[in-house]
Nanobody, 127 residues
């Protein structure tokens, strides 16, 4: 059974940066497609960014392109979301997700693609 634990959230001023971590256990993260989603109060969970299992292909929502970067470090068995130029609209609970399959690029943005989820970490962007 794969377990995912997020960390790194917090309060940051607009224009600031945060790096979220997703520590995996139960399976090597190199064998998983990983993604980040977020959910603001009263809104549905939305796709942020994803990294395919092979080939290094990434995908990101239009709202975060050029600002957020997803990556993984296999030796640490962890994935990361580097968030720069944060805006108040980025305020949400951020979730790490993973799948043991090899989803096609067009499916990376769907919640239903992923079988494993973390508990979430709060990110608040405010002055």
């Amino acid at each position: 059974q794969v377990q995912l634990v997020e960390s790194g959230g917090g309060l940051v001023q607009p224009g600031g940066s945060l790096r979220l971590s997703c520590a995996a256990s139960g399976r090597s993260i190199s064998t998983l497609a990983v993604a980040w989603f977020r959910q603001a109060p009263g809104k549905e969970r939305e796709f942020v960014a994803a990294l395919k299992k092979t080939g290094g292909t990434t995908s990101a929502a239009d709202s975060v392109k050029g600002r957020f970067t997803v990556s993984r470090v296999n030796t640490k068995n962890a994935a990361y979301l580097q968030m720069n130029s944060l805006e108040p609209e980025d305020t949400a609970v951020y979730y790490c997700a993973a799948d043991s399959g090899n989803p096609i690029t067009s499916s990376l943005r769907f919640v239903s693609t992923y079988e494993y989820w973390g508990q979430g970490t709060q990110v608040t962007v405010s002055s």
